[in-house]
C-alpha cells in the first residue's frame, strides 16, 4: 500500500489543517497521507488559505514523495 508525504521545495512537509508547513516546525514525526488525492485536496486548501491571507502562494514549490 502506498502512502504519500507533502513536500516544501523538496523538503519534508506536513498539513496542519490549514496550510502546508515544513514539519521540522512541529518537531514531532510527520503524518503520512494514505491517497494522492488527499495530497491535491490539500494542497488546494493551502493556496485558497494563503491566497485569502494575503500570502504569495508560489513562494514554495509544493509536493509530495510517494512511498510503498
Known sequence: MS???HTINGKPAT???YQICYATFYGKANILCCSLAQIRKEQKLTYKHRSADG???VAGHYGY???E
Request: no cysteine; net charge neutral; hydrophobic share 35%.
Open 15 to 17: 498539513f496542519d489543517g
Open 55 to 57: 500570502f504569495d502562494t
Open 3 to 5: 502512502k504519500y508525504m
Open 65 to 67: 514523495f510517494r512511498y
